[in-house]
């Protein structure tokens, strides 16, 4: 699986972004696509996951009431959306995927940078 993440760019506090993660190569079914993010002299974080089967959503504290993933098997694209941004929020995003019952292989997308400007 190729995956392919854009949308990042400069917004100011409060505003909106929505990243995609595109994927080439195979379908995501039976796939878990997951966002994570590495803030500036930060460790990579787990920002949220969706189960592709089922849709089930999984997002991290920091950020629940505020971004949504969601999929769209006809494009075979994941998308984070992300509401009521705040600095801290700033980071380089990635998506990755595996299989629904396997971490063993991980397969991982460039990541798009996301600035939010206070």
């Known amino acids: 699986v190729q995956l392919q993440a854009s949308g990042g760019g400069l917004v100011q506090a409060g505003g909106s972004l929505r990243l995609s993660c595109a994927a080439s190569g195979r379908t995501l079914r039976q796939h878990v696509a997951g966002w994570f993010r590495q803030g500036p002299g930060k460790e990579r974080e787990f920002v949220g996951g969706?189960?592709?089967?089922?849709?089930?959503?999984y997002l991290a504290d920091s950020v629940k009431g505020r971004f949504t993933i969601s999929r769209y098997p006809a494009k075979n694209t994941v998308y984070l959306q992300m509401n009521s941004l705040k600095p801290e929020d700033t980071a380089v995003y990635y998506c990755?995927?595996?299989?629904?019952?396997?971490?063993?292989?991980?397969?991982w997308g460039k990541g798009t940078l996301v600035t939010v400007s206070s």
């Open positions: 969706i189960r592709w089967t089922v849709g089930n959503t």
């Open positions: 990755n995927a595996h299989l629904t019952f396997s971490t063993s292989v991980i397969h």
